[in-house]
């Protein structure tokens, strides 16, 4: 099946979900306003999830319901994540539940390395995650609860920067915002060269943080 740009999702109008970045994710946030009530919009989900034969990942608490979906056969996004939000947007609706496109998000830990083949043993090894057979740059939490791991290929050592940092992963209409929260908040805008792909900041003692959006990648 064939992948979908980040543009083919957008077009297709899900104003209740948010295409996130690094492994290319589709996520909502239903606030449902008690615990019984997402239970019950986790139970439709489920009967369309085995209707579809496309099953998302969905994380119940009070007040909402965090849905994600991802085609991890090819790696991405494709048709079955679209048709699967669509009726999950329409379930919500239907229950009167609204979605809140401005709570979603994603994290991933950054590890900086010459000999990524060399270090990416030892994390797997400590933090028990999985590897990814489709992506050798990454490990991920088996259980679903930890931030993925990945590695960026290094050209020379830095002695004088950090070697691991955080990549948050915001919807591209919430950038702006968390980019001057943090702001305001005594960071230091290190770099906006490659925005609004990233902003590269740093707290009050350098220590880095990245903030991404899915604007302007390879895949369009």
Not at 102 to 115: P, S
Request: include cysteine; aromatic fraction near 4%.
């Amino acid at each position: 099946m064939t992948t979908l740009t980040t543009q083919q999702v957008i077009d297709e109008g899900l104003s209740d979900w948010r295409v996130l970045i690094r492994t290319r994710i589709l996520q909502a946030c239903f606030e449902t306003g008690s615990f019984a009530v997402g239970a019950d919009l986790v139970a439709k989900i489920t009967t369309v999830a085995e209707q579809l034969n496309h099953h998302p990942d969905v994380l119940l608490r009070y007040p909402h319901v965090l849905v994600t979906t991802t085609s991890h056969d090819v790696g991405g996004l494709t048709e079955r994540d679209i048709a699967l939000a669509q009726r999950i947007s329409q379930i919500a609706a239907d229950l009167g539940i609204a979605a809140s496109p401005e709570k979603v998000g994603a994290q991933e830990i950054a590890i900086d390395a010459l000999d990524i083949p060399a270090v990416r043993p030892f994390w797997q090894a400590v933090l028990g995650y999985a590897a990814n057979p489709a992506d050798e740059t990454e490990l991920s939490d088996p259980m679903g609860r930890g931030a993925t791991i990945w590695f960026q290929q290094m050209d020379a050592p830095r002695p004088q920067r950090n070697r691991i940092h955080l990549d948050v992963s915001v919807p591209h209409d919430q950038a702006e915002a968390r980019l001057q929260a943090t702001l305001d908040a005594g960071g230091r805008l290190l770099s906006a060269d490659a925005a609004p792909s990233f902003w590269v900041l740093a707290d009050a003692e350098g220590n880095e943080a990245c903030i991404c959006t899915n604007l302007d990648r390879e895949d369009g």
